[in-house]
């Protein structure tokens, strides 16, 4: 049952409680000596954001990012445990890492190497066990102690093992995020967690329990980031539509009030969120879609099977009439809405009928970008343990099934664009030289001719041809430049 993991033990997973800690570790003494960091990041958006956040708290302390691992003095795997061979992934990954490490101490140069994220959580002091070339086992909830657990590896030469969920607040304790310029979208979290317990999932064990930050920290956040150039915002959540943030009066705010506060920013143009849940998506977030034309048109919503049977065996709460209604009701509100979504082929107990109903709604919902995967157990998840673990090569012809049907589906959505004039925000160069490349409001890839100028600015793009990846245009004649970026917010 645990093939991808043979060599591992599985073991129960269980939240930890939070452990009191008076150390405020992210203010760790600068030691501003010229070093280089080289973080690998796999696994989800949050996990990129999570990168760049242990990226700047590791600036006071001289680190300065290299994309060859060979010149890291300190090396960081931010892994992610949601799906197949992850935890070997990262096993085979340190086995290159120790090489590296190897062939750098011939040199007489010193390397430490960090695994961070989710395999971190969920394998903690087994990764030092069985790869004793790892200094640092740092979870997701205490990135914030970065520093100091490099600090104090460096000068013990002991392997540490940081995975407690700890009682102060990470985000609390990050230091402030830096002043430069910043790319045209960015990712914030703003809840982290996750206590939905689906059985086939490891996020409320390695991410543990949902949290949301305080609206006060995202805007300023988000207002900092707003000032760097920053145009679009894409708040993060593992299920980000149960977002509470609480104010210091005890009241809370939902997503969408957030949202509409975040809307008020005048330099940010674009508002996006991910991933929401079905249950969480009340009235007020489907509202929004139709009232506040900063939150973009794209809403990813995982359904991940069209049987009842099953839905209910994954523990998602809802059956897939009421996702159908819902879609609908988002449809109301907002017509031309892209929806994105996650399926899983092959739960425990799928039948050819489940499958079936699966490739079903997925046909009659048209997504206009979807997310297919295998079933795959993870150690110590409820479905893990479940009967009838569907065979390989029937969950992989059942994604090639469901992959053909979203595929089409895409493109019509993409060759739905030709003839359009679609906003971009341009975020860098395109494809081809003289291509400068970006986003439309549906989340679509889009290429034009154009000046580097605009880089970081929203044109409007006559889309002429879509490819199975991405749109071309031509920057509408008559484009108006909005001026240079604007430092106020
Ligand atoms: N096997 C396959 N897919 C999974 N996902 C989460 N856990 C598993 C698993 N054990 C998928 C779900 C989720 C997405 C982020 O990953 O579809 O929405
Ligand atoms: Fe995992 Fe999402 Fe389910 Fe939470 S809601 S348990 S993150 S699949």
Redesign the pocket.
Known sequence: MWRENSCLKPKPLTRVAPVPNKQTMAHAPHKPLPKKLHIKTFG?QMNAYDSERMAEALQPQGYDLTHDPAEADLVILNTCH??EKAAEKVYSELGRMRLTKEHRKERGLDTLITVAGCVAQAEGNEIIARAPAVDIVVGPQSYHRLAHLVEEATATGKGLVATEFPAEEKFAHLPERPKGKARASAFVTVQEGCDKF?T????PYTRGAEFSRAPAEIIAEVEGLAGRGVREVTLLGQNVNAYHGRLPDGSSWTLARLLRRLAEIPAIERLRYT?SHPLDMDEELIALFGEEPKVMPYLHL?F?SGADRILAAMNRKHTAAQYEALIAKVRQARPDIALST???VGFPGETDADFEETLALAARARFAQA?S??????PG?P?AALEGQVPEAVKRERLHAVQSLLDRDRHAFDRASIGRSLDVLFEGRGRKPGQIGGRSPYLQAVHAEGPETLIGQIAAVDILAASPNSLTGVIKSGFEWRGPVQAAV
């Open positions: 989800c949601i799906r689906c086939f999932c490891v996020v991933t995982p991940q996650d399926i899983i997310f995967f295998k079933y795959s157990a993870r998840t479905a």
